[in-house]
Structure formats: structure tokens, C-alpha cells
């Protein structure tokens, strides 16, 4: 039963994407997925699999999930990850995001990511920009001091807001 659950998917996977898979380069600089309705997990995996790097890859208020980050390690580089609204995003996520090479921007605003998540982002000494939503950010001061110790020379943007972490939220 599941083989024949896999083929279907696949099958409908090829007539949705197959001329955009087919159509992939190995290397982008902006790799935009924004313009699909109903981008999730499955066709994430079938398009990036042609894909060896991106600067910028923009997943923004798609569907996406944990299982599309996983998939992120095995590229040469990801420099940019935009992944804003992506609402099946969780903490789950980071230990991913740890294995992704090169990663320099991640904008994780309006996800499931928490600050507890993001304080497991460990391998990413390189990162500049980091965005992400807190529904209580005066709650999170002495969380957000332990992050910019682990990420000393990375911008933190929550809500929108960079934070100095002596100022007042």
C-alpha cells in the first residue's frame, strides 16, 4: 500500500514540477518557491534535489516543514534562508539548521521556532542576521543575552526590531 501511495505522489509530483525539475541548475542565487500554492515538504524534496547551492533560498509562507530543513545539509551552501510564515517550522528544525554550510541570513519570523530553539543553534559561528517572532520579548531578556554570547557577531532581529540587548524591549 505505501509503494503505491509513494508512486502516486510522484506521479502527481511530475505533472505539477516535472518541467521545473527539469528545468533546475545545480547553482542559484535566488531560488524562489514563494509562487506555488500548497509548497510543502514533498515537492520542496522533489525540486531540491537537482540543487548543489543557493545563496538565497526563499521558502516564505509556504508550506514547508521541518523534513524541507533536513534536506538542506547536503548541499555545498545555503547563504540565505527565508523562511518567514512558514508555519509547520518548530524547533525541530535547528539541529538541521546547525549542518547547514555557509549559512549567513535566517529569517524565521511567524514559525514555531522558539528563542529555547534557537538557543540549540550551535553551528553557525558565520551567521549575520537572525530574524524570529517572541510573543512576550520582555520575557526573553536573559535568553537573548545568552544567544548574542553564542552568536556574538550576528544581528538579532525580533519582531522586527533589532535588539541591543541593554535597551528596553
Do not use: W
Request: glycine share 6%.
Amino acid at each position: 500500500m505505501a509503494k503505491r501511495t509513494q508512486a502516486k505522489l510522484l506521479k502527481k509530483l511530475q505533472l505539477r514540477f516535472g518541467k521545473l525539475r527539469e528545468s533546475l541548475e545545480p547553482y542559484y542565487h535566488h531560488l524562489d518557491f514563494r509562487l506555488f500554492e500548497d509548497f510543502g515538504d514533498d515537492a520542496f524534496a522533489y525540486l531540491i534535489e537537482k540543487v548543489k547551492g543557493v545563496d538565497m533560498l526563499d521558502l516564505n509562507e509556504t508550506e514547508i516543514g521541518n523534513d524541507s530543513i533536513a534536506l538542506l545539509p547536503r548541499l555545498e551552501y545555503v547563504k540565505e534562508i527565508r523562511a518567514k510564515s512558514c508555519k509547520n517550522l518548530d524547533d525541530d528544525c535547528v539541529p538541521f539548521l546547525n549542518q547547514i554550510k555557509g549559512l549567513e541570513f535566517l529569517h524565521l519570523r511567524y514559525t514555531g521556532v522558539t528563542i529555547d530553539g534557537l538557543l540549540q543553534l550551535t553551528g553557525q559561528p558565520q551567521l549575520k542576521t537572525l530574524m524570529f517572532s517572541e510573543d512576550k520579548p520582555e520575557d526573553i531578556r536573559e535568553r537573548l543575552s545568552m544567544l548574542r554570547r553564542q552568536l556574538p557577531s550576528c544581528e538579532l532581529v525580533v519582531n522586527g526590531q533589532t535588539v541591543d540587548i541593554d535597551d528596553e524591549f
